[in-house]
């Protein structure tokens, strides 16, 4: 993996909302974009635009069924296994800002 | 439902860990309430979990899922431990076996707000863990 590529990947993993992508990508297999909206609380232009990143860095790879394309995991240029704990990592990364904002309230 | 805690029988999965630290804004008995009682409130699941050792935990998804849980140690303000069963429920109500997994959470003082310190080992799946793909 070159430097550059690495950086790039970074930059994908950095986000929560593509980490959960992935994550739900590893957990339930190849998903279409609109699928991916409704399982998760995205809205469908955010699940498209965040794929489009995570393909550049080659984290996903969409394939062609029909008129949709079913986005999979890829062994890029990160093990998968690195991929499925990052997914982890962005779950607790969501309940930890959670758990920041219920304590402000209570 | 019979539990396998033992080998995979594929032999390639692996555990990996995964660490957060964050400070937060509160006494480490309010943060100790938080992960406790108040876990439902931010965990993203309906958490059923009394901080007793041995004491089995239930965590119930939006989407339906269903997991549980056993509480492997509880340190009032300090730490608490639980180990994910090796298997979930489905929204469809079957169930599938998941890898097992481990949780701890530990407390620290640090002034008038708390350390938290979050720790999962997780089991990643023989295909992935492999590098064979999919």
New interface residues.
């Given amino acids: 993996m070159t430097e550059d590529r690495s950086a790039e990947v970074f930059a994908a993993l950095a986000d929560p909302t593509r980490r959960q992508l992935l994550d739900h990508l590893?957990r339930r297999?190849p998903a279409s974009a609109t699928e991916l909206a409704e399982?998760l609380p995205i809205s469908r232009q955010a699940v498209s635009k965040h794929l489009a990143l995570l393909e550049e860095a080659g984290l996903v790879a969409g394939d062609r069924s029909g008129r949709k394309r079913r986005f999979?995991?890829?062994?890029g240029p990160m093990?998968?296994?690195v991929?499925?704990?990052a997914g982890?990592?962005a779950?607790?990364?969501?309940?930890?800002e959670?758990?920041?904002?219920?304590?402000?309230r209570? | 439902l019979r539990l396998r805690l033992g080998k995979p029988e594929t032999g390639k999965e692996s555990v990996e860990r995964i660490e957060r630290r964050v400070e937060l804004a509160a006494p480490p008995s309010e943060v100790w309430d938080a992960v406790t009682e108040e876990l439902s409130e931010w965990f993203g699941a309906v958490a059923d979990l009394r901080p007793r050792p041995g004491a089995r935990a239930t965590f119930r998804w939006p989407d339906g899922r269903e997991r549980q849980a056993v509480v492997e140690a509880a340190e009032p303000e300090r730490l608490l431990a639980f180990r994910w069963l090796p298997f979930e429920r489905l929204p469809s109500g079957a169930t599938v076996m998941v890898g097992p997994g481990r949780v701890e959470l530990t407390l620290a003082p640090s002034g008038r707000s708390t350390v938290l310190t979050v720790t999962e080992w997780a089991a990643v799946p023989a295909p992935l863990a492999g590098g064979a793909g999919r």
């Avoid at chain 1, 999979?72 to 062994?75: A, E």
């Avoid at chain 1, 779950?91 to 930890?96: A, I, K, P």
């Fill in positions: 590893s297999g399982s999979r995991l890829t062994p093990s998968e296994a991929s499925w704990m982890i990592g779950e607790w990364d969501n309940r930890l959670a758990l920041r904002r219920h304590l402000r209570r």
